[in-house]
């Protein structure tokens, strides 16, 4: 690993200041299992690493704060280990602690971060073999050239051919989850759905996140009644990456759908809103045939590449399993 | 930036170590340089094997994947500390026993990672025990072994004599079909 | 009278039985030092500049950036301009420094300029490929001819990918050249520690007995770390330039995967033939693959069957990827796959049990006949195979159930090898040999043969090896280490007890026929009260030590059994269940029944057997090379896309070591090697069986599996 300067400030505005004065040159640590993989890899070179491991008093990013009224606030250095243990977030969102429990491996989850996770950059092979984001070579795509088994399926007409990685953003974009930035503008709050762009050009971050702008928090409303599922196909049991997940939740009004969300992960380089299956669910009770119909209609536009036609099976079991793992009809099966 | 040199004092198995070390290095690096601790092992480094596994406050952390910068103040455990005086620790001995060590290259990171497991469980079942050890890779590969060594560690543990599991039946007649 | 053969099943103290590893404890407790772990005064770091390109010429090349370096001490050029290079990641300068970011820095300030050639890394297409390498054709009696009238005939296309070591420990070597002495000392991470040292001897330009090589204890070589390489050449040749300091240079975990070897790849158009009643009669293949720029080599087709009518054909295709390396059972795992796979659809299409199928085929299964069969018996009822099997297919909802089998073979004879037995005037005995423990469990083995003969306990034995100063050993591989020590190892303790007897016979009053060794002691058998204690016939010698060889094989002229045997047979039965809406194959149990000759320790002879299983099922489910087609280079060069099995992924298994009469006899055999050649072709069939289709292209992942439930028979490309 390269060397670089470590900052660790004490207050939250210290970061900022000292990630907006080198932009482009200065990384965020928080748990660094991306980063330090990033960085050995020579995948990333920054020149300031600003640790936010040394915040101070009400500065530090390691809390989840849970009322009824308002549902979570949840710090971005909270670890997914203390996702996945607490006790309140298995009780109301029992999906999301779940899926932060599986993720990765143990000692990854002790240090890795709900920011991080959020933020981490894609596993694409090109990308981190060092052929860049877009992985393009003389003005041509290597992933549509090259072997892209991994690839995307949704939202690939180019030039990004790589997948969102988090698991947790699907669910937490099915619930509606909120995010707050913290820039040298100050703060702003925008749902997570929009914390991720594709980007058009190499240089550009798969992440809408300013110069100087770190992600500090995490909200996320109460359950109200909302159904909610997963589904992530991987394929060992032992420390993976998914293949293609699917996260729905469903707000019921007298047995029927009043709103539905329908979001996949793995299949898109952003997570992928299935706005088709959102809207065909709407209004309607859900029993197999709906959940197969709306399965469908998610991968619908689906384009593979030249080596990905099992991820649109595998998208569609993902969305047509959540479903019903979100209505309990899995257990009747 | 080379040259940028952090002072650190270092808790490591009950000790405190004083150590200058660059500061873009890894707590592995520093363990096995600064420290000579060298029973933490250097495996893929980019935290897929699980063979650097120490831990951090009692919890299992990968510490290729860790800045030993941001370890001030914090209790790291390796394999050299395992050790109960000279009385091997219940893990490494039935480690030792079952043969759950063969080239021995990820042992260390496994005891580390099954200790902080059962602490925190002192029962687990062989499917938090897997869970627990999804992390470490064993290319040899005793994983078989591993999950016998931690179960019988852990009746060990609990004050139970504890047996390891049947073997294979060697020299005994070969056992009815498995029921249908 | 001491004999060499080995004692008799009933006179056994310690062979055979469950002894644990002697360095256990070294292990648990981290003291055990590895390669990666040695640090010498002074020592400097290497690193590697590698190339790019998979194929390309060196237009230019500049190091003198490199050498103004803060921290340098020595850079080489390995290639230089005008050099073709074959691979991409080849090695193309070394630079030495005082700390590693140092010479990482250095390597980045190397210039190289490349014109960069056509490469060609696809291995699966045959007729795509712009060289290949017919092997001779393999014939015997009228295939086509009986393959016209065989009843029922089987046609299909399988393959296995190139796969890794991905030892967990690097190769790499810390090199110490001293220029006062002319003298090497290389501690490396190898399975060859005699042989390594004439190989840098004869690379740097010493004589042999000036290179002194050192391997303790090593993390995995599964067949890759055989040579110096050049990597260790150019790390010798580095500390000698840099004047003689100690050099360190362990390669990372990108060039560990991209060019220290792997495992060729197999592919095959097969068609087998059989009577109706399942008597097999005819098989054609025409197979090819690749390991890299030296091509495959030719997997044994067919495999255990000795079909009457066959003809094979086998096309070596060489790559620009980095030369393969022997891989746990060099050719067999693909010969198995491949003919077990194609057997196993014409057992389908007969309607035929497999297991019914290979012994109405009895007859073709060579000398190891009698061994399968009673393995299958076996293995039948670990199974419950007889009482579960049902044909291919079928089953409700998405996962479905299956059951497979395979057959394998190995030689498994001892290779060439020495040791020194000497006893001290204190009584204590140290055995020196050449050998190393590449995680088999070599010092114990070792030492339950010379405690054995010399009728002491395990801990009054202390075993030396790892050293090319102890007497020479073979390397391990070929699963020859076992026997090839263990027979060593028996000789010179027996030609030690010999020498002890002839010192204690006149002393007990006797004649050395009428001696034994029991107990720690050294007495006149049936008379327990006529006896030495092992350190008083030690103290007959006087204060010199004594010292005695043996060797294996047995010395010619001398009319002595073997110690050591070939050839050992194992079946393998795996049952699975599959997710046909995902894909997605879980181990649900395996049985690995096998011979391996006689029993040194049952502990680490079972832990062999576990460990091949478990690596057969991870190459099974998980592992390939993948090679990006339009930059020659390797795409998952780290273990996050180069997927192995884990501890959750194995299943439940059970292995079973045949022993007993009709085994023992044949002395000892090793079995490193012969459980890993079978898991792949057993999950395999059971895939088939549980989904009624063929998965023909190893690893069966999702993409395996689900692409061909689409299109079942388009084969695997």
């Known amino acids: 690993m390269r060397p670089f300067d470590y900052a660790r400030p004490a207050t939250r505005e210290q970061a900022v200041q000292l990630l907006a004065a080198t932009p482009g040159r200065a990384a965020v640590l928080a748990g660094g299992s991306d980063l330090l993989a990033l960085m050995k890899d020579g995948v990333v070179t920054p020149e300031r690493l600003v640790s936010l491991q040394g915040l101070q008093g009400d500065h530090t990013l390691r809390f989840l704060r849970y009322t009824a009224a308002a549902g979570f606030r949840i710090g971005a250095l909270t670890t997914l280990a203390d996702l996945a243990a607490s006790e309140v977030l298995r009780l109301e969102h029992p999906v999301v602690a779940e899926t932060a429990g599986r993720l990765a491996g143990p000692q990854i989850r002790n240090v890795a971060t709900v920011g991080g996770n959020l933020c981490q950059r894609p596993r694409c092979w090109y990308f981190r073999s060092g052929f860049g984001l877009l992985a393009a070579r003389e003005g041509a795509s290597l992933v549509v050239a090259g072997d892209n088994r991994h690839h995307a399926i949704l939202g690939n007409d180019g030039p990004a051919y790589f997948v969102t990685p988090s698991t947790l953003a699907p669910v937490l974009i099915a619930l509606d989850a909120e995010v707050v930035l913290l820039g040298p503008q100050g703060e702003r709050t925008i749902p997570l759905e929009k914390l991720y762009r594709l980007p058009l050009a190499e240089g550009e971050r798969e992440h809408d996140l300013g110069p100087g702008e770190i992600l500090t928090e995490l909200q996320l409303g109460p359950a109200a009644g909302r159904q909610v599922g997963t589904w992530e196909v991987r394929q060992r049991e032992t420390l993976d990456w998914s293949l293609a997940t699917a996260a729905v939740a469903l707000e019921m009004e007298d047995g029927r759908v009043k709103r539905a969300r329908v979001v996949l992960g793995q299949v898109a380089p952003l997570p992928w809103t299935s706005r088709e299956a959102e809207s065909f669910l709407t209004g309607k009770t859900i029993d197999e045939a709906a959940a197969d119909e709306a399965a ?11 080596k990905n036609r099992y991820k649109v099976q595998l998208a569609r079991v993902a969305v047509r399993r959540a479903l019903l793992a979100a209505t309990g009809l899995d257990r009747e099966l | 930036m080379s040259d940028d040199l952090t002072t650190l004092r270092l808790r490591v198995n009950g000790e405190t170590r004083a150590v200058v070390f660059p500061t873009h290095h890894t707590l592995l690096e520093v363990l096995r340089e600064e420290l000579a601790l060298t029973g933490t092992k250097h495996g893929c480094e980019l935290g897929e094997c699980g063979a650097c596994a120490v831990l951090v406050d009692g919890r299992p952390v990968l510490s290729c994947l860790a800045l030993a910068a941001e370890m001030e103040g914090r209790e790291i455990e390796t394999v050299e500390g395992l050790q109960i005086g000279n009385e091997l620790h219940p893990l490494q001995a039935t480690f030792a026993d079952l043969n759950a060590a063969q080239c021995g290259y990820c042992t260390p990171g496994i005891l580390m990672t099954a200790k902080a497991l059962l602490a925190e469980n002192p029962r687990p079942s062989g499917d938090e025990i897997r869970e627990a050890l999804a992390g470490n890779l064993c290319r040899c590969t005793g994983y078989h072994k ?21 073997e294979v039946f060697y020299g005994s007649p070969v056992p009815d079909a498995p029921r249908v | 009278m001491v004999e060499t053969s080995w004692p008799k099943a009933e006179a056994r103290r310690l062979l055979g039985t469950r002894v644990s590893r002697l360095d256990g404890p070294a292990k648990v407790t981290g003291t055990a030092k590895y390669t990666y772990d040695v640090a010498r005064p002074g020592m400097l770091h290497a690193r590697l500049v590698h190339c790019p390109h998979a194929h390309a010429r060196i237009t230019k090349l500049d190091v003198s950036a490199a050498q103004a370096s803060p921290g340098v001490k020595a850079v080489r050029v390995i290639q230089g301009v005008g050099a073709e290079i074959q691979w991409a990641h080849d090695e ?47 014939l015997a009696g009228e295939p086509e001819k009986a393959m016209a009238e065989a009843a029922v005939r089987s046609k299909g296309t399988y393959g296995l990918p190139v796969i890794a070591h991905n030892c967990l420990e690097p190769h790499g070597q810390v090199c110490e050249w001293n220029a006062a002495k002319d ?25 042999a007995g000036n290179v002194h090589v050192i391997c303790q204890y090593m993390g995995g070589g599964f067949g890759s770390k055989f040579s110096a390489d050049r990597w260790g050449i150019e790390c010798a040749e580095i500390s000698r330039q840099a004047g003689g300091v100690p050099v360190k240079l362990m390669l990372d975990r990108r060039a560990e995967l991209t060019i220290a070897g792997d495992r060729p790849s197999a592919y095959a158009e097969i068609e087998v033939g059989a009577q109706a009643d399942g008597t097999l009669t005819a098989w054609i293949s025409k197979s090819w693959g690749s390991g890299g720029l030296g091509g495959s080599g030719r997997p044994p087709l067919p495999y255990v069957f000795q079909i009457p009518h066959r003809r094979s054909v086998h096309h070596s295709i060489p790559t620009h990827t980095a030369s393969s390396r022997a891989w746990r059972a060099p050719n067999h795992p693909q010969g198995c796959y491949l003919s077990m796979s194609a057997l196993d659809d014409l057992a389908a299409r007969l309607g035929m049990d497999p297991l019914a199928f290979v012994r109405k085929n009895e007859a073709l299964l060579g000398p190891l006949a009698k061994t399968y069969l009673e393995e299958l018996e076996i293995a039948d009822r670990l199974m419950g195979w007889s009482a579960r099997w ?93 026997g090839g020590v263990s027979a060593a190892a028996r000789r010179a303790a027996v030609n030690a007890l010999r020498m ?159 022993t007993g009469p009709g085994y023992d006899e044949r002395g000892v055999i090793g079995l490193g090697e012969p459980p890993v050649i079978s898991p792949a072709a057993a999950i395999g069939n059971a895939v088939a069986n549980a989904l009624g289709v063929r998965v023909p292209l190893l690893p069966f992942t999702p993409q395996r599996v689900l692409d061909a439930l689409e299109s079942p028979g388009r084969g695997i490309v």
């Open chain 1, 296 to 306: 469908k209609l998610a991968v619908q536009g689906a384009k593979p590449l030249s």
């Open chain 2, 146 to 166: 591993i999950v016998e060594a931690v179960d019988w560690a852990a009746a060990r543990m609990r004050g139970e004599e504890g047996t390891p599991p049947a």
């Open chain 3, 92 to 138: 193309i300068v070394l630079v030495a420094a005082a700390t590693g970011e140092e010479a990482e820095d250095a390597a980045r300030a190397v210039v190289v300029e490349y014109e960069v050639l056509a490469h060609h890394v696809d291995d699966l297409h045959l007729d795509q490929a712009p060289e290949t390498r017919a092997e001779e054709e393999e």
């Open chain 3, 183 to 207: 003298t090497l000392t290389a501690h490396c991470s190898t399975q060859a520690v005699a042989a390594l040292a004439p190989q840098f001897a004869e690379r740097v330009g010493l004589p």
């Open chain 3, 390 to 482: 049902k044909p291919r297919g079928g089953g409700k909802g998405p996962v479905v159930r299956g059951l497979g089998l395979s057959l394998h073979m190995w030689g498994g004879s001892g290779h060439r090898s020495s040791c020194e037995v000497t006893l001290q005037p204190d009584g204590s005995v140290e055995a020196k040999i050449a050998t190393q423990d590449i995680g088999t469990g070599t010092r114990t083995v070792l030492a339950i043969v010379i405690a054995e003969t010399l009728g002491l306990p395990l801990e009054e034995v202390r075993v030396q090896i790892g050293d090319s100063r102890y007497p020479a050993s073979g390397g391990s591989g070929g699963s020859t280490t076992v």
């Open chain 3, 500 to 658: 002890v007897f002839d010192k204690a016979a006149p002393a007990l009053g006797t004649t050395p026929d009428l001696l034994e060794a029991v107990d720690g002691s050294i007495r006149v058998q049936g008379e327990p009260g006529r006896a030495l204690t092992w350190r008083q016939a030690a103290a007959l010698f006087g204060r010199a030590p004594v010292t005695a060889t043996g060797g294996n094989p047995a010395p010619s002229g001398s009319g002595e059994l073997e110690l050591t045997g070939s050839g050992a047979g194992g079946v393998q039965m795996a049952e699975v269940d599959v997710d046909r809406e995902t894909g997605v194959v879980k181990i649900r149990k395996m049985v690995a029944v096998q011979d391996c000759g006689l029993v040194v320790d049952l502990k680490t002879a079972e832990s062999q057997v576990y460990g091949a299983l478990i690596m057969g099922i991870s190459s099974a489910l998980a592992e390939e090379k993948v090679l990006d087609p339009v930059t020659g280079t390797l795409l998952n060069a780290d273990f996050e896309s180069y997927k192995m099995a884990g501890i959750g992924d194995i299943g439940e298994l059970v292995v079973h070591l045949m």
